[in-house]
C-alpha cells in the first residue's frame, strides 16, 4: 500500500453525506429527482431542471468520460505528489453531471479527453474521495 495522498476533507452534512460517505459500500451516489429522473449534482434541496423536491439518493455505475484535465505542478499542498491529474468528469447517466476530481492508477500524461474512466474512493477518516482510474479497454 502507498501512502494516501494530503487531502483537505469536504464538511460532510446531511445534504451531502449521500456523496462523500456512499464510498464505504462502494458506490457513487448522487440525488436523482423522481418526476423527471435527473441526476441533481453539487446536492441543492430542488431538482434544477424541474423544481420538484422529491430527490433521493441514487448510486450510479461510476463510469465516467474525462471532459477536461490539467497537469497540477503547483505544490499547493507539501505533502502531495506532482505533479497529478485534476479532472473533470461526466458521468454515463447524465453528461451534465460533473466532477472535479483526480485520475489516479495511470502516468498523467497517459490522460486524455474522451477517456472512459470508473471510479475508485480514496478512504480519510470517514469521508470517501471518489477518483477516477482508466478502464481497460
Ligand atoms: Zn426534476
Redesign the pocket.
Known sequence: MSEKPFRVLPRVTPQNQHFWCGGAEGKLQFLR?G??G?YVHPPAPV?G??L?KDLTPTAVSGRATVATFTLNHQPWVPAADHPYVVAIVEIEEQPDVRLMTNIVGCPPEAVHIGMAVAVEFEEHEDVWIPVFAPVDA
Open positions: 429527482c418526476p423527471c435527473s431538482c431542471k424541474c420538484s
